[in-house]
């Protein structure tokens, strides 16, 4: 081997450990191979080493061990296995074999959506009806915005959503300061919660 970068022959192996995070925010830690030169001092690579291979082997190992954790996870916030199964459509026993034989990347990619977001069960049980969907997401906007108020003094509540060929109207009530604030624009876009103030943003008016 010769240094790319003084071309001196006197190269040797070196490795580390390093990591990478998958797409859930798994840290995958593999042994990091590169070439090093004892007269110049520079680090290279070079396409010999197996850095790919150890890192696909770590991370295949980081699913299997994370796959049996995000099942059990599921048991507990989303119902029995069995009724997952069902209302996704997925063959009996495959959470099961998932967990004892390691999971592909796919179905680690599903797993781990479901553990995020597993008010997704509902969505699928109701057949990814639009507006069943839509009434699913502001129920879980409302709890998300419940624990962000939690300790302020404030409580959000979601009244109603009137329209079924929009997203729909949005009432909010919260009880500091006591006002009833209700969006009458589509509600596609993102609202941030001012509650010293007692708004959530301009496009909002405030009723007394």
């Known amino acids: 081997m010769i240094c790319s970068f003084c071309n001196s022959e006197n190269v040797f192996t070196n490795s580390e450990t390093t990591s990478k995070k998958l797409f859930n925010g798994e840290q ?28 696909l082997e770590e991370k295949k190992n980081v699913i ?10 599921l048991k ?3 119902g029995p ?3 997952i199964e069902r209302v996704f459509d997925i063959p009996p026993r495959t959470f099961n074999r998932w ?16 553990d995020h977001l597993p008010w997704l069960f509902d969505v699928a ?3 990814f009806n639009k507006e069943k969907t839509e009434r699913i997401i502001v129920r879980q906007a409302g709890h ?12 959000l509540f979601v009244d109603s959503i009137v329209s079924s060929k929009e997203f729909g109207e949005l009432t ?5 300061p006591s006002v009833a604030i209700t969006n009458k624009a589509s509600m596609e876009g993102v609202f941030e919660v001012e509650p010293e103030f007692g708004y959530l943003n301009d496009d909002y008016e405030m009723e007394a």
């Open 144 to 155: 998300i915005l419940n624990s962000r108020l939690n300790g302020t003094g404030a409580e």
């Open 81 to 83: 296995i069995s009724s």
């Open 28 to 55: 995958v830690s593999f042994l990091d191979n590169f070439f090093e030169c004892a007269d110049c001092g520079e680090s290279f690579y070079e396409g010999s080493l197996l850095n790919d291979n150890n890192f």
């Open 76 to 78: 507990d916030k989303v």
């Open 172 to 176: 909010v009530r919260w009880n500091k």
């Open 99 to 114: 967990k004892n034989d390691g999971a592909s990347s796919g179905a680690y990619v599903f797993l781990s959506f479901l």
């Open 64 to 73: 299997s061990i994370s796959t049996k954790s995000l099942i059990s996870r």
């Open 125 to 127: 049980a109701h057949k």
